[in-house]
């Protein structure tokens, strides 16, 4: 049973650029959720996607954006990076309560 | 928001010695998920326990959900068990709100 995959593994990006990470959630799971993690501090919620449409959001600008397919995967898409937006960026599937994190998508703003 | 303090924010052992982490959550919440984040950045899911006692292997968890607390033990740490361990607390809509981790290296 695969579990949750994200594409790719690292990014190198440039400031004003746009970017777009993939998720794939662990099979039977509807709702998948984004989060950013800084260096040194926690996850922070970004948004999730339930049934092809966006239930919560966190505190994040309009520049962040996703989109959920029939399938239950997942993308989401920064515009306009700023050297800020250099993170870990991390998946979460859940059937329910219970979320299962992918291994992260390492991006970098420069 | 809901905020998540855990302590201590780093801890040192010896292999084999054991410990206890600790997490506070400032209001109520639906559930409470602990992770370990291995060095590659992966977080792996330790416990689901809104409340209660559960143990698995060498590791156990214990929410008080009236008191808004919740401790991880670590008995005979290995230095595999070295990385950052997160709380995790859903509060609304299953969205989670995590504590800053504690960083726990484990020397043989």
């Known amino acids: 049973d695969a579990g949750v995959t994200q594409s790719p593994t690292h990014l190198i990006k440039t400031r004003g650029q746009q970017v777009t990470l993939r998720c794939s959630p662990k099979s039977g799971h509807d709702t998948v959720s984004w989060y950013q993690q800084a260096l040194g501090q926690g996850p ?67 | 928001g809901i905020q998540v303090e855990q302590s201590p924010p780093d801890l040192i052992l010896q ?23 291995n060095p590659w950045g992966q977080l792996i899911n330790l416990f689901y326990i809104p409340s209660g006692t559960k143990q698995n292997g060498r590791l156990s968890a214990t929410t008080v959900a009236t008191e808004r607390y919740s401790l991880l ?21 299953s969205r989670l709100t995590f504590g800053e981790g504690t960083q726990l290296t484990v020397n043989p």
Not at chain 1, 52 to 73: A, C, K, T
Not at chain 2, 20 to 26: A, K, V, W
């Open chain 2, 73 to 93: 033990y670590i008995s005979s740490s290995q230095t595999t068990d070295s990385g950052v361990y997160f709380c995790a607390v859903e509060t609304s809509g």
């Open chain 1, 44 to 110: 922070q919620f970004i948004f999730q996607y339930y049934e092809e449409e966006e239930r919560q959001r966190g505190n994040f600008p309009d520049r962040f954006s996703g989109h959920q397919f029939p399938n239950y995967s997942s993308e989401l898409n920064v515009n306009a990076l700023l050297l800020g937006d250099s993170a870990l960026y991390l998946c979460a599937s859940s059937l329910g309560s219970e979320q299962y994190f992918g291994p992260g998508t390492r991006l970098t703003v420069t």
């Open chain 2, 15 to 37: 292999e084999g010695a054991n410990s206890t982490l600790r997490c506070n959550f400032s209001d109520s919440v639906n559930n409470l998920q602990w992770f370990h984040q």
